[in-house]
T-cell receptor, first 113, second 111 residues
Framework: DAGVIQSPRHEVTEMGQEVTLRCKPI?????LFWYRQTMMRGLELLIY????????DSGMPEDRFSAKMPNASFSTLKIQPSEPRDSAVYFC???????????FGSGTRLTVV | GQQLNQSPQSMFIQEGEDVSMNCTSSSIFNTWLWYKQDPGEGPVLLIA?????ELTSNGRLTAQFGITRKDSFLNISASIPSDVGIYFCAGHFQGAQKLVFGQGTRLTINP
C-alpha cells in the first residue's frame, strides 16, 4: 500500500483565493482525519469522518473551512476565502477503527500571501 | 478541560546518550501512542500501548503505559543521528474518540 496520499505537497496562494487540499486514505481504513500543524498550536484536529460520514467538525476554525468525503478513497479540505493566518501544514490521516494508531500523509504546506 | 503535557520541549544530547521523555494527562487515557516526525513529513507511529502497566519495546525504543493511566514515557537508548526529529505522545481520553497530541519534544543530537 502506498500509504496516505496527499496533494499538493506545497501550495502558495493569494489571500482571498479558494484552496482545495486532497487526500486518499489507505484502502480499508474506515476513519479519516484532517489535522493542522503550526508552531504555535501544534497538531490540531479539524474534522474526522467514519465510513465517509463527518462525525466531529468542532475543530474547524470557521465557516471558511469545509471538508467532504464523497467516497471511501477520497476526501477534500477546502478553504474559501483563504487568509494569511491559514498558513500551516495540513495533514490527512486514516485508521482502521479509531483506537489504533493513525497513519499520516506527508502533508500539504499551505502558504497564503 | 482535558490536557496533555509533554516534556521536555526540546533536548540537545550527544550521540550515544540515552533519551527519556514523558507525557502526563489530566484525565485517564485508554491508549497511549508515540510518534516521530521527520522534517517535511507526517508523524509516524513508533509504539502503541493499550493497557495500564504495559511496557513495549521497538528496537532501541521503549515505552510504558503508566499504571495510573495518566502518564507514559518513551526512552531511546544509545541515540544515533537518525533519531533527530520531533517526538509526539498521543492518546485517547477515556470515553473519547478523538486522538489528542502532546506538544512534542524536539530532539537534537550532536555528533
Amino acid at each position: 500500500d502506498a500509504g496516505v496520499i496527499q496533494s499538493p505537497r506545497h501550495e502558495v496562494t493569494e489571500m482571498g483565493q479558494e484552496v482545495t487540499l486532497r487526500c486518499k486514505p489507505i484502502s480499508g481504513h474506515d476513519y479519516l482525519f484532517w489535522y493542522r500543524q503550526t508552531m504555535m498550536r501544534g497538531l490540531e484536529l479539524l474534522i474526522y469522518f467514519n465510513n465517509n460520514v463527518p462525525i466531529d467538525d468542532s475543530g474547524m476554525p470557521e465557516d471558511r473551512f469545509s471538508a467532504k468525503m464523497p467516497n471511501a478513497s477520497f476526501s477534500t479540505l477546502k478553504i474559501q476565502p483563504s487568509e494569511p493566518r491559514d498558513s500551516a501544514v495540513y495533514f490527512c490521516a486514516s485508521s482502521f477503527r479509531d483506537r489504533n494508531g493513525y497513519t499520516f500523509g506527508s502533508g500539504t504546506r499551505l502558504t497564503v500571501v | 478541560g482535558q490536557q496533555l503535557n509533554q516534556s521536555p520541549q526540546s533536548m540537545f544530547i550527544q550521540e550515544g546518550e540515552d533519551v527519556s521523555m514523558n507525557c502526563t494527562s489530566s484525565s485517564i487515557f485508554n491508549t497511549w501512542l508515540w510518534y516521530k516526525q521527520d522534517p517535511g513529513e507526517g508523524p509516524v507511529l513508533l509504539i502503541a500501548l493499550y493497557k495500564a502497566g504495559e511496557l513495549t519495546s521497538n528496537g532501541r525504543l521503549t515505552a510504558q503505559f503508566g499504571i495510573t493511566r495518566k502518564d507514559s514515557f518513551l526512552n531511546i537508548s544509545a541515540s544515533i543521528p537518525s533519531d533527530v526529529g520531533i517526538y509526539f505522545c498521543a492518546g485517547h481520553f477515556q470515553g473519547a474518540q478523538k486522538l489528542v497530541f502532546g506538544q512534542g519534544t524536539r530532539l537534537t543530537i550532536n555528533p
